[in-house]
C-alpha cells in the first residue's frame, strides 16, 4: 500500500470526526489550513525537536518482565507522572486561547503498512462549548501495561507531507494556528516503526498527548494487538477500532506531524 493511498484513506476516515475553523465566526474552506486570526497576539512555537535511542542505563529494571509488585494504574497517574512519561513536549507556547486537557478528547487511529512501518494520526476534538486554538505539534509519549513510561525514540515531523527533513521550520507558515469549533477536530498524521511490540514485550496501555509546552498532557487509554484487553473489532470501514492495534513497544520510534485542518467531507461522499 502506497504512502499516497494510506494518506487518502487517513483523509477519508478522520473527514467525520468535524473539522476546524480559521476564525471563530465560520467554518475553514476545505482542506485549507489556518493562520492566526485570534485578536490577541500568540508566541511562535519552539522549533520541531527529535530524541534519540534510549541509553542502556535508561532501561527500567523490568522492561522485560512484569513486576511482582503492583503498579500505579493509568488512571490515578498525576499530572506530574503524566507531565514526567512525556517523551517530547509540544511545540505551541502558552496562551489563554489555546485548547486544554480538559477541553478536547483524543482519538488515536491506527492503520497497518507493510514492511514494518505503521501509519495513522491523532485527532483532538472539541468537547467544551467555546472554540479553542491547536498549533504546531503536539506532544507525546506512552505507558505500558507493566507501569513503565515508554522510551519512544520520538520526531516531530510529519510521515506523510514532509520527505525532506531540512525544511521542518518553527515558524507560523509550517505551524499554523487552527481555531477548532465546539464539536470541530484538528489532526496530526502518525507513524511508528523499528523495534515494534511482540508477544512477549509490554503492551502499550495509555497514549499521551500535550497540546501546550509544559501544559497538562490529554491521556487516552489505548490497546495492543498482544494484549489481553485488545478486542476483535474493526471500525465500519474495515481499519482497526480507533484507539486499538497499536504495537507500539518500549522503544519503537514515532513520528508525529504538525496539527491540520480536517477537511469537512464533499457532498455525496459522506457514506464512502
Same mark, same amino acid.
Given at each position: 500500500?502506497?504512502?499516497?493511498?494510506?494518506?487518502?484513506?487517513?483523509?477519508?476516515?478522520?473527514?467525520?470526526?468535524?473539522?476546524?475553523?480559521?476564525?471563530?465566526?465560520?467554518?475553514?474552506?476545505?482542506?485549507?489550513?489556518?493562520?492566526?486570526?485570534?485578536?490577541?497576539?500568540?508566541?511562535?512555537?519552539?522549533?520541531?525537536?527529535?530524541?534519540?535511542?534510549?541509553?542502556?542505563?535508561?532501561?527500567?529494571?523490568?522492561?522485560?518482565?512484569? +513486576? #511482582?509488585?503492583?503498579?500505579?494504574? @493509568?488512571?490515578?497517574? *498525576?499530572?506530574?507522572? %503524566?507531565? $514526567? &512519561? =512525556?517523551?517530547?513536549?509540544?511545540?505551541?507556547?502558552?496562551? +489563554? #486561547?489555546?485548547?486544554?486537557?480538559? @477541553?478536547?478528547?483524543? *482519538?488515536?487511529?491506527? %492503520?497497518? $503498512? &507493510? =514492511?514494518?512501518?505503521?501509519?495513522?494520526?491523532?485527532?483532538?476534538?472539541?468537547?467544551?462549548?467555546?472554540?479553542?486554538?491547536?498549533?504546531?505539534?503536539?506532544?507525546?509519549? $506512552?505507558?505500558?501495561?507493566?507501569?513503565?513510561?515508554?522510551?519512544?525514540?520520538?520526531?516531530?515531523?510529519?510521515?506523510?507531507?514532509?520527505?525532506?527533513?531540512?525544511?521542518?521550520?518553527?515558524?507560523?507558515?509550517?505551524?499554523?494556528?487552527?481555531?477548532?469549533?465546539?464539536?470541530?477536530?484538528?489532526?496530526?498524521?502518525?507513524?511508528?516503526?523499528?523495534?515494534?511490540?511482540?508477544?512477549?514485550?509490554?503492551?502499550?496501555?495509555?497514549?499521551?498527548?500535550?497540546?501546550?509546552?509544559?501544559?497538562?498532557?490529554?491521556?487516552?487509554?489505548?490497546?495492543?494487538?498482544?494484549?489481553?484487553?485488545?478486542?476483535?473489532?474493526?471500525?465500519?470501514?474495515?481499519?482497526?477500532?480507533?484507539?486499538?492495534?497499536?504495537?507500539?513497544?518500549?522503544?519503537?520510534?514515532?513520528?508525529?506531524?504538525?496539527?491540520?485542518?480536517?477537511?469537512?467531507?464533499?457532498?455525496?461522499?459522506?457514506?464512502?
Amino acid at each position: 500500500m502506497s504512502h499516497r493511498t494510506i494518506a487518502a484513506i487517513l483523509i477519508g476516515v478522520t473527514a467525520l470526526a468535524g473539522c476546524a475553523s480559521p476564525t471563530p465566526d465560520g467554518p475553514a474552506p476545505p482542506g485549507q489550513d489556518t493562520t492566526n486570526t485570534s485578536p490577541r497576539p500568540i508566541p511562535p512555537p519552539s522549533a520541531p525537536s527529535s530524541v534519540p535511542e534510549p541509553h542502556e542505563t535508561d532501561y527500567p529494571e523490568h522492561w522485560d518482565t512484569p +513486576p #511482582d509488585y503492583p503498579i500505579t494504574a @493509568d488512571k490515578d497517574l *498525576t499530572e506530574e507522572d %503524566l507531565l $514526567a &512519561a =512525556l517523551r517530547i513536549s509540544a511545540t505551541a507556547q502558552p496562551h +489563554p #486561547d489555546h485548547c486544554t486537557a480538559n @477541553d478536547v478528547r483524543v *482519538t488515536i487511529q491506527a %492503520l497497518d $503498512a &507493510a =514492511l514494518g512501518y505503521r501509519l495513522g494520526s491523532i485527532t483532538v476534538t472539541n468537547t467544551s462549548t467555546t472554540p479553542c486554538t491547536v498549533q504546531g505539534y503536539p506532544g507525546f509519549g $506512552a505507558r505500558g501495561e507493566w507501569g513503565n513510561t515508554f522510551l519512544l525514540v520520538a520526531e516531530q515531523d510529519d510521515p506523510l507531507h514532509n520527505p525532506d527533513p531540512s525544511s521542518k521550520q518553527s515558524d507560523t507558515t509550517q505551524q499554523p494556528v487552527i481555531i477548532v469549533d465546539p464539536g470541530g477536530s484538528a489532526k496530526a498524521n502518525m507513524g511508528w516503526y523499528g523495534e515494534l511490540a511482540g508477544a512477549y514485550s509490554e503492551p502499550i496501555s495509555l497514549f499521551i498527548v500535550q497540546l501546550v509546552e509544559g501544559d497538562t498532557p490529554v491521556t487516552q487509554p489505548v490497546t495492543s494487538p498482544y494484549s489481553d484487553k485488545e478486542q476483535d473489532a474493526t471500525s465500519a470501514n474495515g481499519l482497526p477500532a480507533p484507539n486499538s492495534s497499536l504495537d507500539i513497544g518500549l522503544t519503537t520510534s514515532v513520528e508525529v506531524g504538525p496539527f491540520a485542518v480536517i477537511p469537512p467531507p464533499k457532498e455525496g461522499n459522506i457514506s464512502e
